[in-house]
């Protein structure tokens, strides 16, 4: 990935075909060593690609991909009942806990 972001900050700074020596300097510049056989392979794999196609064309695979986050399937209907009344304990102890947090700061910023 080191190899990978240098190699990306490097087009953006103009240099549309970054050599080895470039993505050492970028890396060196920063106090990271470079892994000689892992940036061979990865400017053998970039070699005459355009960076971004390449972006393109992960992103309309990773479009393709599903992310998870949609909540699962729906809880048995007597689980939901058993549950409720331990979500609505909850609520008070959720009060709480903010005038807590809100005692905290006692008027004093953390640059004041």
Same mark, same amino acid.
């Given at each position: ?68 986050? !949609? *909540? +699962? /399937? &729906? #809880?048995? !209907? *007597? +689980? /939901? &009942? #058993?549950?409720? *009344?331990? /979500? ?25």
């Amino acid at each position: 990935m080191k190899h990978l972001a240098a190699y990306l900050l490097l087009g953006l700074g103009g240099n549309s075909a970054p050599s080895a020596d470039d993505i050492k300097e970028v890396l060196s510049s920063v106090g990271i060593e470079s892994d000689d056989k892992r940036l061979k392979q990865l400017l053998s794999e970039l070699d005459g690609k355009d960076v971004q196609d390449l972006i393109s064309e992960g992103s309309s695979k990773l479009a393709s991909v599903p992310s998870g986050g !949609s *909540g +699962g /399937a &729906a #809880a048995p !209907s *007597g +689980g /939901a &009942a #058993a549950g409720g *009344g331990a /979500a609505e304990e909850a609520k008070p102890a959720e009060k709480e806990e903010e005038k807590e947090e809100s005692d905290e700061d006692m008027g004093f910023g953390l640059f004041d």
